[in-house]
């Protein structure tokens, strides 16, 4: 895989590739990992990153306890907390930290206190908290997972994007919203695009991702050179 244009790739074995080559990735795991990050940063998160649970069963490497320990310093940091988006849906608080407990080692290793544990329900997630400035990681089977396994291998810069609507945006609003943010990402890093379907057995991240690939095509990013 080149470092340069825009690519579409599947799972996290493919974020790992994309990361290889020093690509800027984007994973998108419409149901629904990339759509509660989303929610998140319209209701003012300050920054949002992705992690695999403690069960994952991923064939790459992982390593959710470093996503912990940077979400963490970036807390720190910022003199904020760090929320968990975590999995079962339907479960209790206790079921949520056991399956993010790698994570969340990182985030008290770097400094910073978890304010609250959430489950991932997409841009309803919004609506259970007070997110603004706050740092937020989510820990989920595969969007969390393909965003750990390509920060894991290195990537430039991991984002995340989706095409479902949020509180603020309707229509085709999100998946610009994203195509903008992995070409500035990419301009600011210098290298390609690869936008990453979180699963290749989930229709809608396949469909959603080649969508935000086109949309990234129509910001110019290929026809104005950049590399």
């Not at 990537?155 to 992995?182: Q, Y």
């Amino acid at each position: 895989m080149s470092n340069s244009g825009v690519f579409l790739t599947v799972n996290a074995s493919g974020a790992v590739k994309a990361a290889e080559a020093k690509n800027v990735v984007m994973v998108v795991d419409i149901i629904d990992m990339s759509t509660t990050l989303e929610a998140a940063l319209d209701a003012g998160a300050l920054r949002v990153y992705g992690a695999s649970p403690d069960t994952s069963k991923a064939p790459v490497r992982l390593s959710p306890e470093t996503i912990g320990e940077i979400a963490g310093r970036a807390a720190r940091e910022a003199g904020t907390g760090v929320i968990i988006i975590g999995e079962p849906r339907v479960g209790t608080e206790e079921e949520r930290r056991a399956r993010a407990s790698r994570t969340i080692q990182g985030v008290t290793a770097a400094g910073a206190v978890i304010e609250a544990v959430y489950p991932n329900i997409g841009a309803e997630t919004a609506k259970l908290g007070d997110f603004s400035g706050k740092v937020v990681v989510a820990v989920t089977d595969t969007g969390g997972t393909a965003y750990d396994a390509a920060v894991t291998a290195g990537a430039p810069l991991v984002i995340t994007g989706t095409i479902a609507r949020t509180i603020k945006k309707r229509g085709s609003e999100p998946a610009r919203a994203a195509a903008r943010r992995a070409v500035a990402a990419a301009e600011e890093a210098g290298t390609g695009i690869s936008v990453v379907a979180a699963s290749a057995n989930s229709l809608e991240d396949i469909l959603a991702a080649e969508y935000i690939m086109r949309l990234i095509i129509e910001e110019g990013f290929i026809a104005q050179g950049k590399k």
